[in-house]
Each structure stands twice: as structure tokens, then as C-alpha cells.
């Protein structure tokens, strides 16, 4: 018995080698033929393909080599000052590298740098992404225009620049807020105030949160303008407020934006020179409360001491600089680890 193929309403249908044809092709999704895979690996060895191609490799690999040629110089320089240093390097409280015995030790500035970025990094990065979120989704089109110009301008001022206002401005009207926490949370003892110049950790806490603020607000900002328009419709049409908006939506997609911004921010904070040497009142101490003068960080006190070291003090100081660029591997390394483990809410995924 055979059995009919014919559409009833079109009877030709079945016969006609066209629709055969096409019932026999094969899919889309169906992987390229070696014929299409030859033509595309000859697409992808062009001469302008692989100069490009050149071009990106070598990158990579001169600038790995400068990385390596950096720790090197550095890791050498390094073991001569840390061979002929009489005390212990890492919890030395003193700095005296061209004494006859010489002792230097790192914890001052291990405890100054990390206690300022952690400062600035808390008053910047709550400020920085309210300023973005509000450029991004509240402002309107002229003032966000106007406000991210200001922003990206503040970025181009001279760390030098920043040093005189805050040495000249910034710390003369600091004298008031250091009374009021002093009267109400100087029994911590953190935030005890016995008197004198405000030229202490908590100044340059304060400094370095202006510096990176514009660069985490710009990174952030352009990170909010990516997240997807349509969850943002559908989270609208659900009866969502802006706000329920941004933290269902905008927020978790630019999450690993805000923590590389943050980290971009980090990295000024933890290196920079002249603004912390203009503001801080140095000296080699730890003191308890963060409003008393004294203190320093790694490249504040390189920069200060550089200039009249010695051979043997310069080398002492290109020790303390190997703390910080290992600090600074291991930051930026975390801040990888972080991203990574939070890729499956990253705008990638989105």
C-alpha cells in the first residue's frame, strides 16, 4: 500500500524538486564544509592579518619583558641594601641606611600607605558611583553633559597642584572637623586630636579620595551607560522605581566595572608622591590615633629622601620600592580574583 505524500490542498508540493531540495539541505547550525574552512583560514592568514597579529604579540611580550626587567633591578638592587641592613626590614621602625651600622625598616610605610589608600578608598568609591549613577539614569541630558566635563577635567589637574591646595586649603579648614570628632569619637582613641596642624594620615586619606574620585566616577559612569536597556524596560514595566531599577538591574551588571575602576582609583592612591609629601607632616612613627601628625608612605618618603641618599640609601630606598610594587601585583591580582569569581553577574553575561 502506498502511502500519498501529496499536500491535499497543494498537490504539487511533493513533486516539485525545489521543496525536495530543500527538505535534503543541510541546517544552518550544521558545522562549515572543509572547503568554507579552508577559505576562512586563508581569510585569517592575510598579510594584514598577520601583521596584526605580529603587532599584539610582540606588545604583550615587550611588556612583559619590562615587567621582568623592573623586578629584576629591583629585586638585585634590593638584596645588596637588605644583606648589609643590621635590623629587621620588615618591623624596623627606624630609617637610618647611611649610619655606620646600618638599620631601616618598612613598617611606618607599610602602615602609612595602606592606612591612606583605605581612607581614600572609603570616602571615593560610595561617592564616585552615586556621582556616576547620577549622571547616568537622574540628571538631566545637559547637566550629566556638563558634570562628566568637570569630572574628566579634575583627572588632568597635576598631582602637584593638589598638593599646595591641600597643604594651603584643604588642611587650614580641616581644624573643625578634627575638634567635632575629637568631642565625639576621640574616646576610640583612633580619632583622638591632641592639637596642631591637621597634616596627618586622615588629611591625606581625605587628599588622595578627591584625586581618584574623578577616575572611579568615569569608569563607573561609562560602565552604567553599557547595562542592557531592555531589563531596565522590563524591570519599568513591572511596576519597578528608579531606584529598584538600578539595584536590580544597572547595578549588577556594571559590578565588576565598579571593582576595576575601584582598583584603577587603589593604584593611584597607593603610589602617589607629591600630593602626600606636600600635606603630611612626616615622621618615622606609628601613632595610634589617624588625626595626630607623623607618619609616612613608600613614595612620599623615596621622593623625599632620594635627592641626598647615598649609594647605600638608595639602595635602601629601591628596597622599600620593591614592597610596594609587590603590594601593588598583589591588589591588582585580587582585584582579578574578585572579577573572575563574580563573572556570571558581569555585564558580559548579560
Do not use: C
Amino acid at each position: 500500500m502506498e502511502i500519498s505524500t501529496k499536500n491535499p490542498d497543494n498537490p504539487d508540493n511533493a513533486d516539485n524538486p525545489e521543496n525536495l531540495a530543500s527538505l535534503e539541505a543541510p541546517s544552518r547550525l550544521s558545522p562549515p564544509s572543509g572547503a568554507e574552512q579552508k577559505r576562512a583560514a586563508r581569510g585569517a592568514t592575510r598579510p594584514g592579518d598577520r601583521i596584526f597579529l605580529g603587532l599584539s604579540r610582540g606588545s604583550g611580550i615587550f611588556l612583559l619583558a619590562i615587567m621582568a626587567a623592573i623586578a629584576i633591578f629591583l629585586t638585585y638592587r634590593s638584596v645588596l641594601a637588605i644583606s648589609k641592613d643590621e635590623s629587621n626590614f620588615l618591623t624596623t621602625l627606624e630609617w637610618n641606611p647611611t649610619a655606620a651600622e646600618p638599620s631601616f625598616g618598612i613598617a611606618v610605610l607599610v602602615y602609612g600607605t595602606v592606612v591612606s589608600s583605605i581612607i581614600a578608598m572609603v570616602i571615593a568609591v560610595p561617592v564616585a558611583v552615586g556621582v556616576a549613577l547620577f549622571i547616568t539614569h537622574y540628571a538631566p541630558r545637559r547637566l550629566g553633559g556638563a558634570l562628566s566635563y568637570v569630572i574628566d577635567l579634575l583627572a588632568a589637574v597635576p598631582s602637584i597642584v593638589y598638593g599646595l591646595w591641600g597643604a594651603l586649603v584643604l588642611a587650614p579648614h580641616l581644624i573643625g572637623l578634627y575638634g567635632w570628632l575629637d568631642d565625639y569619637f576621640g574616646w576610640t582613641g583612633i580619632l583622638d586630636w591632641q592639637g596642631g596642624a591637621p597634616r596627618s594620615l586622615f588629611t591625606v586619606g581625605i587628599l588622595l579620595a578627591i584625586m581618584i574620585l574623578p577616575i572611579i566616577t568615569s569608569v563607573s559612569r561609562e560602565v552604567f551607560r553599557q547595562a542592557p536597556q531592555m531589563h531596565q524596560e522590563a524591570a519599568l514595566a513591572l511596576g519597578a522605581t528608579r531606584w529598584e531599577v538600578i539595584r536590580m538591574s544597572v547595578l549588577p551588571f556594571g559590578r565588576s566595572g565598579v571593582i576595576s575602576a575601584s582598583m584603577l582609583g587603589l593604584g593611584r592612591a597607593l603610589g602617589e608622591t607629591m600630593a602626600v609629601a606636600t600635606v603630611l607632616s612626616s615622621s618615622f612613627e606609628i601613632k595610634a590615633s589617624l588625626l595626630d601628625p607623623g607618619g609616612g608612605t613608600f613614595a612620599q618618603n623615596i621622593a623625599s629622601k632620594f635627592s641626598e641618599a647615598s649609594e647605600m640609601g638608595r639602595d635602601a630606598l629601591i628596597a622599600s620600592g620593591l614592597v610596594l610594587f609587590v603590594i601593588t601585583l598583589l591588589v591588582n591580582g585580587a582585584a582579578r580574583m574578585i572579577i573572575a569569581r563574580r563573572a556570571e553577574y558581569s555585564g558580559a553575561n548579560a
